[in-house]
């Protein structure tokens, strides 16, 4: 049987599966969709925003694309944020990516595969790469560097977003949120909350309410050197990943 025919025979048993696990479930999809989420994250088959979180459908509206870039520039980004803030009305937007970016890691490699399109697209990762150069330099193994990368790149898509109008002046206020899944164990990190430790343990210092509603343009992130996210990947390169 090939795949493609082996996923409709799948379906037919997720349908009959989810229509008894919950009965009203086609009912209210067929009402409409009332999305609380918009999820921007990486095309990349491993990261599929619904599994990984657990999520029904409904529940998140989506967009993915290589690197989960969101470029204002693009009507592709643009008609999907403008769909989710002012008809779907989501109260957050989550950007994800993602350890092991096979595109976050063509943006530190020289350019090759004969794919015009897809270096354009990752034209951006480059020049972040080139603005945090320093940092990243410092990185000895491709695979950390990448996957500094891969967190910078989320932080700059979240801000972007953030700055936009678009975002700002939607009603009620949106929350941009900036996570990273990884590959390895299938944990999501929030970005936010690894700036300050003391977020989890309801030590003095920044609250999980203030995090959670701070805009992430007035968050200082931590360098590779120099906080929470940054320790993160020093750890990962003392371990000799
Ligand atoms: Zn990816």
Redesign the pocket.
């Known amino acids: 049987m090939s795949f493609p025919n082996q996923l409709l025979l799948q379906n037919v048993a997720w349908a009959h599966e989810a229509g008894r696990r919950d009965p009203a479930l086609f009912d209210r999809l067929r009402q409409g969709q009332q999305p609380k989420v918009l999820w921007i994250g990486?095309?990349?088959s491993r990261?599929p925003a619904e599994i990984v979180t657990g999520a029904r459908p409904g529940d998140i509206f989506v967009h993915r694309n290589?690197?989960?870039l969101f470029l204002p520039h693009d009507d592709n980004t643009m008609s999907v944020l403008e769909y989710a803030l002012y008809v779907l009305r989501v109260s957050d937007v989550v950007v994800c990516?993602?350890n092991?970016?096979?595109?976050?890691r063509a943006a530190l490699e020289p350019p090759g595969h004969n794919m015009p399109r897809v270096e354009h697209r990752i034209g951006v990762l480059r020049q972040l790469a080139r603005r945090h150069g320093a940092e990243l330099a410092a990185i000895a193994c491709l695979e950390n560097r990448a996957d500094r990368l891969?967190e910078l790149n989320v932080i700059e898509q979240a801000r972007t977003l953030e700055t936009l109008p678009l975002v700002r002046n939607a009603l009620p206020r949106v929350c941009v949120h900036a996570w990273i899944f990884d590959v390895r164990n299938g944990l999501i990190r929030d970005l936010a909350r690894a700036i300050d430790p003391s977020v989890d343990t309801g030590a003095t210092g920044t609250s999980t309410a203030d995090v959670t509603t701070m805009p992430l343009s007035q968050v200082s992130w931590p360098d590779a050197h120099g906080g929470a996210a940054g320790q993160h990947v020093d750890q990962r390169s003392a371990a000799g990943r």
Request: aromatic content about 0%; charged content about 5%.
């Open positions: 990486c095309a990349d990261v290589i690197a989960n990516g993602h092991g970016c096979g595109g976050v891969a």
